[in-house]
């Protein structure tokens, strides 16, 4: 499978994705940190891809969503943003809202 593709069956197989350095256990960057703590915090699972460890996913995503740096979260196959973006919704109650809105258990 090329790696737009395996990018685009990602985003669309899973509700909330978080591109990241590193995993959720093991963040490899600041940033990634940040943004795996506020998505703990909302409550709902989520799937991350290690873009360390995906050189082509590191490579392709950024020019896929027009968006330069990681992390990178989507949810229901929309992005979101980066650690900044992610950052002000967690504090203004706007991420937990989106996640609780748009997220459905087992679906």
């Known amino acids: 499978m090329d790696t737009l593709?395996?990018?685009?069956?990602?985003?669309k197989n899973?509700?909330?994705i978080l591109y990241m350095k590193g995993s959720p256990d093991i963040p490899?960057?600041?940033?990634?940190?940040?943004?795996v703590n506020m998505l703990m915090q909302c409550g709902k699972k989520f799937a991350y891809v290690d873009v360390l460890a995906?050189?082509?996913?590191?490579?392709?995503?950024?020019?896929?969503?027009?968006w330069?740096?990681?992390p990178q979260l989507w949810i229901n196959g929309e992005l979101i943003g980066g650690c900044d973006i992610i950052t002000e919704m967690f504090q203004?109650?706007?991420?937990?809202?989106?996640?609780?809105?748009?997220?459905q258990e087992g679906a």
């Open 68 to 70: 330069p740096t990681f």
């Open 14 to 16: 899973n509700q909330i």
């Open 28 to 35: 490899q960057c600041g940033f990634s940190a940040t943004a």
């Open 54 to 66: 995906n050189p082509d996913i590191r490579y392709e995503l950024p020019k896929y969503a027009n």
């Open 92 to 103: 203004s109650g706007e991420l937990q809202t989106l996640i609780e809105n748009e997220v």
């Open 5 to 11: 593709k395996q990018i685009e069956e990602q985003i």
